[in-house]
């Protein structure tokens, strides 16, 4: 379950953070989760709260997960199309398999509130 190890890290990242900060209570966390990241929104939900109830600065915390949807750009007529099925990479305008992912594959930590 990789999920772990990612949240283990945006929650690392949060709580250097925190620390710079004087912040000793988060209240929220926001996660962008592209849709080719491999990363299961609800398997970083059951993370999240995995480790959160260890630690006093995430007690009363909540993760907000930001899905993005996978957009590709073709190659060949330049449209910009969304992906709906996964691993299946064709242009919706011209049919050209030379697409590229410009949207989709990223993991980041959004913002995050606390006080
Ligand atoms: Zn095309």
Redesign the pocket.
């Known amino acids: 379950m990789h999920e772990l190890a990612l949240m283990q890290g945006v929650m690392e990242t949060v709580k250097e953070s925190a620390a710079a900060n004087s912040i000793s209570k988060v209240s929220k966390v926001r996660l962008v989760v592209g849709k080719l990241s491999m990363a299961l929104p609800d398997s970083m939900q059951f993370a999240f709260e995995v480790i959160s109830t260890d630690e006093e600065l995430f007690r009363s915390a909540v993760l907000e997960i930001e899905e993005k949807e996978v957009v590709c750009s073709?190659q060949?007529?330049q449209?910009l199309f969304t992906q709906q099925e996964q691993y299946i990479f064709v242009?919706s305008?011209?049919g050209?398999n030379q697409v590229d992912i410009i949207q989709g594959r990223e993991l980041y930590l959004d913002y995050y509130e606390g006080e």
């Open positions: 073709c060949q007529c449209q242009c305008g011209c050209s």
